[in-house]
Protein backbone atom coordinates (compact mmCIF):
# COMPACT_ATOMS: atom_id res chain seq x y z
CA UNK A 1 0.00 0.00 0.00
CA UNK A 2 2.88 2.27 0.69
CA UNK A 3 4.99 1.31 -2.33
CA UNK A 4 1.62 2.03 -4.30
CA UNK A 5 1.09 5.73 -2.72
CA UNK A 6 4.88 6.69 -3.70
CA UNK A 7 4.15 5.12 -7.11
CA UNK A 8 1.24 7.28 -7.27
CA UNK A 9 3.48 10.64 -5.81
CA UNK A 10 6.29 10.14 -7.97
CA UNK A 11 3.99 9.62 -11.17
CA UNK A 12 2.46 13.03 -9.64
CA UNK A 13 5.23 14.94 -9.88
CA UNK A 14 6.86 13.53 -12.85
CA UNK A 15 3.37 14.82 -14.93
CA UNK A 16 3.71 18.49 -13.00
CA UNK A 17 7.34 18.17 -13.87
CA UNK A 18 6.47 17.44 -17.70
CA UNK A 19 3.37 19.94 -17.57
CA UNK A 20 5.61 22.63 -16.10
CA UNK A 21 8.32 22.26 -18.58
CA UNK A 22 6.64 21.87 -21.46
CA UNK A 23 4.79 25.10 -20.30
CA UNK A 24 8.09 26.49 -19.71
CA UNK A 25 9.12 25.57 -23.63
CA UNK A 26 12.49 23.31 -21.70
CA UNK A 27 12.87 20.14 -22.65
CA UNK A 28 11.67 16.79 -20.63
CA UNK A 29 14.28 14.93 -19.17
CA UNK A 30 12.18 12.01 -18.25
CA UNK A 31 8.37 11.07 -19.31
CA UNK A 32 5.92 8.56 -17.85
CA UNK A 33 3.08 6.42 -18.84
CA UNK A 34 -0.15 5.22 -16.91
CA UNK A 35 -0.41 1.38 -17.25
CA UNK A 36 -3.41 -0.71 -16.43
CA UNK A 37 -2.80 -4.57 -16.02
CA UNK A 38 -6.09 -6.31 -16.19
CA UNK A 39 -6.70 -9.11 -13.36
CA UNK A 40 -5.88 -12.50 -14.42
CA UNK A 41 -8.50 -14.99 -14.24
CA UNK A 42 -7.98 -18.90 -14.28
CA UNK A 43 -11.21 -21.71 -14.82
CA UNK A 44 -10.58 -24.36 -12.03
CA UNK A 45 -12.51 -27.20 -11.85
CA UNK A 46 -13.45 -28.73 -8.32
CA UNK A 47 -15.68 -31.64 -6.87
CA UNK A 48 -19.05 -30.14 -4.53
CA UNK A 49 -21.03 -32.40 -2.62
CA UNK A 50 -23.91 -32.98 -4.09
CA UNK A 51 -25.84 -35.35 -1.62
CA UNK A 52 -24.12 -36.57 1.79
CA UNK A 53 -23.77 -40.83 2.07
CA UNK A 54 -26.60 -42.00 3.92
CA UNK A 55 -28.56 -45.28 4.16
CA UNK A 56 -31.29 -46.57 2.59
CA UNK A 57 -33.83 -49.40 3.87
CA UNK A 58 -35.19 -51.69 1.08
CA UNK A 59 -38.70 -53.56 1.59
CA UNK A 60 -38.57 -57.00 -0.29
CA UNK A 61 -42.78 -58.18 0.34
CA UNK A 62 -42.82 -61.51 1.02
CA UNK A 63 -43.38 -64.22 -1.00
CA UNK A 64 -46.38 -66.92 -1.15
CA UNK A 65 -47.61 -70.06 -3.23
CA UNK A 66 -50.35 -72.68 -3.47
CA UNK A 67 -50.28 -76.23 -2.20
CA UNK A 68 -52.88 -78.80 -2.77
CA UNK A 69 -53.78 -81.27 0.22
CA UNK A 70 -55.62 -83.87 0.90
CA UNK A 71 -58.62 -83.34 3.70
CA UNK A 72 -61.03 -85.53 5.26
CA UNK A 73 -64.58 -83.74 4.36
CA UNK A 74 -66.57 -86.53 6.07
CA UNK A 75 -65.29 -89.58 8.54
CA UNK A 76 -66.37 -92.99 8.17
CA UNK A 77 -69.79 -93.57 8.75
CA UNK A 78 -71.78 -97.03 9.91
CA UNK A 79 -75.22 -97.57 9.12
CA UNK A 80 -77.86 -100.27 9.34
CA UNK A 81 -80.39 -101.08 7.17
CA UNK A 82 -83.18 -104.03 7.04
CA UNK A 83 -82.81 -106.60 4.48
CA UNK A 84 -86.58 -107.74 3.78
CA UNK A 85 -87.30 -111.61 4.11
CA UNK A 86 -87.06 -113.66 1.22
CA UNK A 87 -90.05 -115.98 0.54
CA UNK A 88 -91.46 -118.55 -1.86
CA UNK A 89 -94.96 -118.70 -3.26
CA UNK A 90 -95.92 -122.66 -3.39
CA UNK A 91 -98.79 -123.95 -4.65
CA UNK A 92 -100.96 -127.07 -3.10
CA UNK A 93 -104.26 -129.13 -3.37
CA UNK A 94 -106.17 -129.09 -0.03
CA UNK A 95 -109.41 -131.08 0.95
CA UNK A 96 -111.89 -128.43 1.28
CA UNK A 97 -114.86 -130.81 2.00
CA UNK A 98 -114.68 -134.21 2.48
CA UNK A 99 -118.16 -134.84 0.73
CA UNK A 100 -120.42 -137.56 2.27
CA UNK A 101 -124.31 -137.68 2.11
CA UNK A 102 -127.02 -135.72 2.44
CA UNK A 103 -130.84 -135.45 1.88
CA UNK A 104 -132.41 -133.66 -0.68
CA UNK A 105 -135.83 -133.56 -2.07
CA UNK A 106 -136.87 -134.77 -6.14
CA UNK A 107 -139.16 -135.02 -8.56
CA UNK A 108 -139.00 -138.51 -10.05
CA UNK A 109 -142.01 -139.50 -12.32
CA UNK A 110 -143.95 -136.88 -11.38
CA UNK A 111 -144.00 -137.73 -7.59
CA UNK A 112 -141.95 -135.26 -4.80
CA UNK A 113 -139.48 -138.05 -3.36
CA UNK A 114 -136.53 -137.52 -0.66
CA UNK A 115 -133.67 -138.96 -1.86
CA UNK A 116 -130.27 -139.40 0.04
CA UNK A 117 -127.43 -138.24 -1.66
CA UNK A 118 -123.74 -138.84 -1.94
CA UNK A 119 -121.59 -136.12 -2.30
CA UNK A 120 -117.58 -136.93 -3.41
CA UNK A 121 -114.87 -135.23 -1.65
CA UNK A 122 -113.99 -131.26 -2.85
CA UNK A 123 -110.42 -129.91 -3.44
CA UNK A 124 -109.08 -126.95 -4.16
CA UNK A 125 -105.67 -125.58 -5.34
CA UNK A 126 -104.07 -122.59 -2.68
CA UNK A 127 -101.13 -120.39 -2.95
CA UNK A 128 -98.73 -120.32 0.33
CA UNK A 129 -95.93 -118.29 0.56
CA UNK A 130 -93.27 -119.95 1.92
CA UNK A 131 -90.22 -117.81 3.87
CA UNK A 132 -87.36 -119.14 2.63
CA UNK A 133 -85.16 -116.37 4.69
CA UNK A 134 -86.18 -114.25 7.26
CA UNK A 135 -85.81 -110.42 7.70
CA UNK A 136 -82.53 -109.13 9.09
CA UNK A 137 -80.78 -106.14 9.74
CA UNK A 138 -77.49 -105.82 7.89
CA UNK A 139 -74.75 -102.98 9.11
CA UNK A 140 -73.35 -100.60 6.00
CA UNK A 141 -70.04 -99.15 6.53
CA UNK A 142 -69.65 -96.14 4.18
CA UNK A 143 -66.13 -95.09 3.77
CA UNK A 144 -64.36 -91.33 4.83
CA UNK A 145 -64.78 -88.59 2.31
CA UNK A 146 -61.84 -86.64 0.92
CA UNK A 147 -61.09 -84.11 -1.15
CA UNK A 148 -58.02 -81.87 -2.63
CA UNK A 149 -57.85 -78.27 -1.94
CA UNK A 150 -55.26 -75.63 -2.39
CA UNK A 151 -54.15 -73.26 0.17
CA UNK A 152 -51.69 -70.60 0.38
CA UNK A 153 -48.53 -70.87 2.19
CA UNK A 154 -45.33 -68.99 2.79
CA UNK A 155 -42.82 -69.53 0.34
CA UNK A 156 -40.18 -66.29 2.07
CA UNK A 157 -41.20 -63.88 4.92
CA UNK A 158 -40.64 -60.21 4.20
CA UNK A 159 -37.34 -58.85 4.18
CA UNK A 160 -35.44 -55.79 5.10
CA UNK A 161 -32.34 -54.48 4.13
CA UNK A 162 -30.21 -51.45 5.11
CA UNK A 163 -28.35 -50.28 1.53
CA UNK A 164 -25.36 -47.92 1.90
CA UNK A 165 -25.82 -44.69 -0.54
CA UNK A 166 -22.04 -42.86 -1.24
CA UNK A 167 -22.19 -39.18 -1.39
CA UNK A 168 -22.93 -38.14 -4.35
CA UNK A 169 -20.36 -35.64 -5.88
CA UNK A 170 -20.37 -33.29 -9.21
CA UNK A 171 -17.65 -31.55 -10.44
CA UNK A 172 -18.12 -27.79 -11.48
CA UNK A 173 -15.98 -24.96 -13.27
CA UNK A 174 -15.04 -22.10 -11.45
CA UNK A 175 -13.53 -18.88 -12.47
CA UNK A 176 -11.04 -17.82 -10.01
CA UNK A 177 -8.66 -14.07 -9.76
CA UNK A 178 -4.97 -15.64 -10.33
CA UNK A 179 -3.83 -11.98 -9.76
CA UNK A 180 -5.40 -8.89 -9.35
CA UNK A 181 -5.34 -6.31 -11.97
CA UNK A 182 -3.22 -3.06 -11.07
CA UNK A 183 -2.63 0.64 -12.27
CA UNK A 184 1.02 2.42 -12.68
CA UNK A 185 3.26 4.13 -14.20
CA UNK A 186 6.05 3.31 -16.48
CA UNK A 187 8.67 5.36 -17.61
CA UNK A 188 8.80 6.16 -21.34
CA UNK A 189 11.90 6.26 -23.05
CA UNK A 190 12.68 9.33 -25.05
CA UNK A 191 15.28 9.09 -28.06
CA UNK A 192 17.22 12.32 -28.06
CA UNK A 193 16.10 13.19 -31.25
CA UNK A 194 12.27 13.41 -30.11
CA UNK A 195 13.12 15.20 -26.75
CA UNK A 196 11.24 18.77 -26.81
Not at 133 to 145: F, G, K, L, N
Request: aromatic share 8%; proline share 5%.
Amino acid sequence: MIRKTASSAIASLAVLGLVSETAAGERAVECYEQVNRPSVYETVCENVLVSPAGQQVEYVPAIYGTRERVVQIAPQRVSYEIVPAVTHTIYRTVKVDDGGYSWEWRVIRGRKVLCKVRHKARYERVAETVVVQPERQRRVVSPAEYERVAEEVLVQPEQRRIVIVPASYQTVARRVVVSQGSSGWRRVHIPRHCRY
